[in-house]
């Protein structure tokens, strides 16, 4: 696929928790607490779609000019 627009924003994605009990063994993609992904756009490989689609509102909100900081 060719990139023919070149993102003004990036944002790095880390794991915080995985399952009730952090153990890789309950996420179906093998997440551990640590890995670490950056995306523009789209999905990271190897990211779990199904938390992308959760992220991905936040990340258009930011893009928008949102701001999440707690004052």
């Known amino acids: 696929m060719k990139n023919w627009y070149k993102e003004e924003y990036s944002f790095k994605i880390t794991v915080v928790s995985v399952g009730a009990n952090g153990k890789p063994e309950n996420c179906r993609n093998g997440h551990e607490v640590g890995d670490t992904y950056i995306c523009e756009y789209g999905c990271p490989g190897g990211f779990c779609s199904k ?12 893009r928008a000019g949102g701001d999440y900081q707690i004052y």
């Open 51 to 62: 938390s992308m689609a959760k992220l991905f509102p936040l990340m258009e909100a930011v």
